[in-house]
T-cell receptor, first 116, second 112 residues
Framework: EPEVTQTPSHQVTQMGQEVILRCVPI?????FYWYRQILGQKVEFLVS????????KSEIFDDQFSVERPDGSNFTLKIRSTKLEDSAMYFC??????????????FGEGSWLTVV | EDQVTQSPEALRLQEGESSSLNCSYT??????LFWYRQDPGKGPEFLFT???AGEEKEKERLKATLTKKESFLHITAPKPEDSATYLC?????????????FGTGTLLAVQP
């Protein structure tokens, strides 16, 4: 069964360092997302990406964050200068369509980021 | 603003003891309601999508139902392997994509 894959599964970084989280969405999907979950809290939306551009972003997704689809298969989230409060599980997700019967959003296993 | 509220926060069942989880929602126009299962340290695993009031879907011991204001996830004769956090989410459409608004989840523990 096709799945969203993420790397690394866990990363520890020093405050102020740059981090890149990588994702390979499901191959025929066109809509890509990043969500995050702080320990013990809700899963929350960060950003959506379609047709090679950001479609929507949350208040969390400030200038320190960026996303990129560098080739036909990868989708990355970069945090430019990490803060302690960026420590969370980051989930990549993808869907085939935006609406209708194929709008199910499938999630990867997550990248656990610890900022020290 | 779209909102999703799940109850109870936590539920402990004995193996075989059936129960239901609740998800109530407030959205401007429902275009689907999603149920996911999340194991500790893992990503949400898709279970069901419901699109209209009265719709029901089943998968093994789980059955999801939808009304105009809430959804229920019924668990029949649960087993310890059903222990997980169950998340409910509704899509909020903005621009070319949609984003999911999640509830806080129900942590289910099934004891043998």
């Amino acid at each position: 069964e096709p799945e969203v894959t993420q790397t690394p599964s866990h990363q520890v970084t020093q405050m102020g360092q740059e981090v890149i989280l990588r994702c390979v969405p499901i191959s025929n999907h066109l809509y890509f997302y990043w969500y995050r979950q702080i320990l013990g809290q809700k899963v929350e939306f960060l950003v959506s990406f379609y047709n090679n551009e950001i479609s929507e972003k949350s208040e969390i997704f400030d200038d320190q964050f960026s996303v990129e689809r560098p080739d036909g298969s990868n989708f990355t989230l970069k945090i430019r200068s990490t803060k302690l409060e960026d420590s969370a599980m980051y989930f990549c997700a993808s869907s085939e369509e935006r609406d209708g019967a194929r709008n199910t959003i499938y999630f990867g296993e997550g990248s656990w980021l610890t900022v020290v | 603003e779209d909102q999703v509220t799940q109850s109870p926060e936590a539920l402990r069942l004995q193996e075989g003891e059936s129960s239901s989880l609740n998800c109530s929602y407030t959205v401007s126009g429902l275009r689907g309601l999603f149920w996911y299962r999340q194991d500790p340290g893992k990503g949400p695993e898709f279970l069901f999508t419901l699109y209209s009031a009265g719709e029901e879907k089943e998968k093994e011991r789980l059955k999801a139902t939808l009304t105009k204001k809430e959804s229920f996830l019924h668990i029949t004769a649960p087993k310890p392997e059903d222990s997980a956090t169950y998340l409910c989410a509704v899509p909020n459409y903005g621009g070319a994509t949609n984003k999911l608004i999640f509830g806080t989840g129900t942590l289910l523990a099934v004891q043998p």
